[in-house]
């Protein structure tokens, strides 16, 4: 009998690191047509909701990629606040 994948979601608190490789991008995903970024940490496949700042710094992020994101606070926009991110790439298409 197989063991079935835990999925993880990411729920960063200031400055946390997830640090692995993109296994996947995927578009419109649930209720609000999200996108989901699957990435893959050790052992574990951790899932990342996007949000405006987040899907907007992974558009330079490829499926193969090492990737470093960090999540470094709320923002304050003209009508609410925002989550900023900082993504490095470590190194580009890392499983090929």
């Not at 993109?22 to 419109?28: P, Q, T, Y």
């Not at 090492?66 to 009508?79: A, E, S, W």
């Not at 989550?83 to 090929?96: A, F, M, R, T």
């Amino acid at each position: 009998m197989d063991k079935k994948e835990e999925i993880i979601f990411w729920k960063p608190e200031l400055n946390d690191t997830l640090k692995g490789v993109l296994i996947e991008k995927l578009e419109n995903v649930g209720r609000y047509n999200s996108n989901l970024y699957k990435i893959q940490s050790g052992l574990n496949v951790v899932c990342v909701w996007g949000r405006f700042h987040l899907d907007s710094i992974m558009e330079a992020a490829s499926v193969g990629d090492m990737i470093l994101l960090r999540y470094v606070g709320l923002t304050k926009t003209k009508n609410h606040q925002m989550k900023k991110y900082e993504l490095e790439i470590l190194n580009n298409n890392y499983d090929q």
